[in-house]
């Protein structure tokens, strides 16, 4: 019987990637903003009954308790759309990003990609799951800043080449041991990585985030600091429909104490604040499924 269980668990990860095969496949024959608009239709019918949805309002309350239901019903339900749009969009992303200017994006702050693509050493951009979060990362490369991906790896093995396929990245790291090992490799030869770091991370450190402390990876501090990073922070925002806006910002500068652990919790304390900024800004665009704070 034992052995039936990890059987089924292929069997299904299987099925499972062979439909996502089928529906990018289904996404890439058709219009970018059909495909995007299917995508939305579908996360916004099927993602509001799914389990995973209940976590989504637990995280609501925590983050917003000053929401009334009815705008907590608007966020969850604008999240699904979201996310069934990410998924459509993937066949699609060298088309959204075709252009630097006056295309379907509208990048805010190109200078800052500018700066760290002519500048010699290691930097990391740095976002979270907002809108499109492949898009500032893809557009990058338009901007001659070719970014190696740090991602955390689905349990879906087939799934996961089939999106890394799509992302097209020049490096991937996958989060771990082994992935750590390879990004700091990487990072000491002079290259840049782009990274999501507003997931929840059981051993990483207590930082406050939505006025409650959350688990928090201080990797992207940690290096920073032991490399000289240079650490740009972008933000994207769907304006409507697969059309967006990428907010690059000035690098972040802080000043070392020689305390390394104070200084790296406090440039969390910071990147954690923008986080929250940014969710604020467009709670509907952000990925709420994940356990960000403890039970």
Known sequence: MAELVPF????????????????LALCRLMPID??????????????????QTRKAYRNLARA?????????????????DNLGRVIAEYPH?????????????QVDGIEHFYAMANRKGPGIL???????????????????LPLGLVYRMPNNPWA?????????????????????????TYLRKGGR????????????????????????APAIAQLGLRMGCMIVPAWTERLSGARFRIVVHPP???????????????????????????????????LWLHRRWPD
């Open 193 to 216: 990585v782009g990274m999501l770091v507003d997931q929840k991370m059981n051993d990483g450190i207590p930082v406050p985030f939505f006025g409650r402390d959350a688990m928090t």
């Open 126 to 144: 740095f976002s979270g799951h907002f809108a499109n979060w492949e898009i500032a990362p893809y557009l990058a490369r338009k901007a001659g």
């Open 252 to 286: 972040l500068t802080f000043t070392q104490t020689g305390d390394r652990a104070a200084d790296e919790r406090a440039m969390m304390v910071h990147i954690n604040r923008m986080l929250e900024d940014w969710v604020r800004a467009r709670p509907e665009q952000w």
């Open 64 to 80: 917003m308790p000053e929401n009334s239901a009815t705008e907590n019903d608007r966020i969850i339900r604008g999240m699904w």
């Open 93 to 105: 992303l060298p088309r959204i990003c075709a252009q630097l200017e006056g295309g379907r994006v």
């Open 34 to 51: 059909w495909a995007s608009g299917l995508g939305g239709w579908i996360g916004r019918t099927i993602g509001p009954r799914m389990g």
């Open 160 to 184: 996961e080449r089939l999106i890394t396929r799509f992302r097209d990245a020049p490096a991937n790291f996958a989060k771990g041991a082994p992935g750590a090992r390879e990004l700091f």
């Open 8 to 23: 089924a668990r292929r069997a299904g990860y299987f099925l499972q990637a062979i439909s996502l095969g089928l529906f």
